[in-house]
């Protein structure tokens, strides 16, 4: 899961700090101290986590993109300069921007606040911010919540008895409360010491980043495995209650699919899968299990693994593998490439239910081609038992030029009568339904002028049942009575019509 990393470098983070070994320090010395510490952390148990770094005062400056070259973002934090007053609601705005321009707006990101506890002063302070949301114009919104998922920790570098820390709070916690997820308020045991600060930074990376271990199995062959990212809990809201969903630590193949019939569908999430290999007895007592990744890979190449075997397959038969994640959960395993050298295995989870792919149908119905005849065996997509009617498209206006469109193929059928007829009053009603079941009754006074316009621009060669038909479909669209949304508007019967 992507994190931002937003420092403040005003000038109340300069304010000496005086340890207890004598030592006299600042607080944004404290703070990158304790940054390096995340950073080291996860540069052992999360190396495949993006980072960025974003430095912030008045205004906002993103000092690092997002990279897995944690020694790029500490090179950084030695060249920061200190500059004037605190504002939030600025560095929030570039967050905003960041993630959105680097990983859209459905990936879920971090953003932990590194400050000292100071919410700015005067109109652009954090309660001058916050008492000011719903005066907001649709223009210059609030920032929070984010136009993403996203997760808010807030790390204040300074003692929990402050009161300015005391004051802040509560506001930390409205906008933690605002992004609509979980976040937290995290404050030093002890300022006068180093090592406080730094097991904060650690403590706050291992509740961040927990990673997932779980098996992949198939058949009699299994491989103990790690997920990259940590797949989280699934809400699905239904119309009455909600429920979640766990990730299972089995993974357990059902079958196999080819690409080709599983398309693009709806994902809530996609994770790197990565073999989890057991440590040595030498190496036992001197790595952790987070570790274990990271073996002498001769030995790793002399160990069987199911996850190679799987990888090779699925990439030679360019076919994906259906796996239950949950109970009526699924997913597809598959090889992905990122380049043309290098090719990874990888999972999508798809949303719960067994109907998450429309066109496989119920997945729990899935079964073996094997113990069905030539002639049984049918393709994909699967068609639905009930029968639709496609005779006509249904009508969406989502620009102003999709209803000028439809407005002029009416008037193109007007000038052709009496021969279009038929094709006139299908498209009028058409339209006419759509603006009524929209509640655009205005389109119909609109469309009847319209009309009245026609007649009087109609050309001496004209058909006179052309001017007839348009004057009785306008008198038809003014009256009140007519707004039913089944009735139906029906030709004039004239002499050029009749039979």
């Given at each position: 899961m992507p994190t931002v990393i937003?420092?403040?470098v005003?000038?109340?983070?300069?304010r000496p700090v005086h340890l207890s070994d004598g030592i006299e320090t600042t607080r944004k010395q404290l703070a990158e101290i304790g940054i390096n510490a995340f950073l080291d952390h996860l540069s052992i148990h999360s190396k495949l986590e993006f980072i960025s770094l974003i430095a912030f005062s008045s205004l906002y400056e993103e000092r690092c993109?997002?990279?897995?070259?944690?020694n790029v973002?500490?090179?950084?934090l030695k060249n920061i300069d200190d500059y004037d007053k605190t504002c939030i609601e600025t560095a929030l705005h570039g967050v905003n921007q960041m993630v959105l321009g680097e990983w859209g707006n459905n990936t879920a990101c971090q953003i932990i606040l590194v400050t000292d506890g100071s919410t700015g002063v005067g109109s652009k302070s954090l309660k001058e911010s916050l008492s000011t949301i719903n005066q907001r114009s649709s223009k210059v919104p609030f920032p929070i919540p984010f136009s993403f998922p996203g997760k808010l920790h807030v790390v204040c570098i300074t003692p929990s008895s402050d009161l300015n820390f005391i004051k802040a709070k509560p506001l930390y916690q409205r906008l933690i409360d605002l992004t609509g997820y979980d976040g937290s308020i995290l404050v030093p045991d002890n300022l006068q010491n180093e090592c406080n600060v730094t097991s904060l930074f650690q403590k706050l990376a291992e509740d961040m980043y927990?990673?997932?271990k779980g098996?992949?199995?198939c058949g009699n062959l299994e491989s103990k495995v790690i997920l990259s990212p940590a797949p989280v809990s699934y809400t699905k809201v239904n119309d009455f209650d909600c429920q979640t969903y766990n990730v299972s630590e089995l993974i357990e193949v059902c079958?196999?699919?080819s690409v080709g019939d599983i398309g693009s569908p709806m994902a809530v999430s996609r994770h790197l899968i990565l073999p989890s290999t057991p440590p040595s007895k030498q190496d036992s007592t001197h790595k952790s299990d987070v570790d274990v990744i990271d073996d002498d890979p001769t030995d790793e190449g002399k160990t069987p693994s199911f996850c190679v075997l799987l990888h090779g397959a699925l990439r030679v038969e360019n076919m994906a593998a259906l796996v239950t994640i949950g109970e009526n959960w699924f997913g597809f395993v598959y090889s992905w490439a990122d380049s043309k050298k290098k090719s990874n295995l990888m999972m999508t989870v798809l949303t719960p239910g067994s109907d998450a792919v429309p066109w496989l149908g119920d997945l729990n119905n899935l079964g073996s081609s094997d113990f069905y005849s030539a002639d049984q065996v049918g393709g994909f997509p699967v068609k639905p038992t009930e029968k639709r009617s496609y005779s006509q498209n249904g009508v969406v206006w989502i620009r102003q030029a999709g209803l000028q469109s439809d407005i002029q193929k009416i008037l193109r059928h007007a000038r052709k009568l009496p021969e279009k007829t038929q094709q006139f009053y299908k498209e009028l009603n058409r339209l006419r339904k759509a603006a009524i079941s929209l509640g655009f009754l205005d389109l119909l006074n609109g469309l009847a002028y319209i009309f009245d316009q026609e007649c009087m621009q109609l050309p001496g060669s004209a058909h006179p049942d052309c001017a007839l038909q348009l004057q009785h479909a306008a008198e038809?669209?003014?009256k009140t009575q007519n707004r039913d949304i089944k009735y139906v508007v029906m030709p004039l019967q004239t002499n050029y019509t009749s039979s």
């Open positions: 937003l420092l403040d005003s000038l109340s983070m300069t993109p997002f990279t897995r070259d944690y973002i500490k090179g950084e927990v990673m997932f098996v992949l199995r079958g196999f699919i038809i669209l003014r």
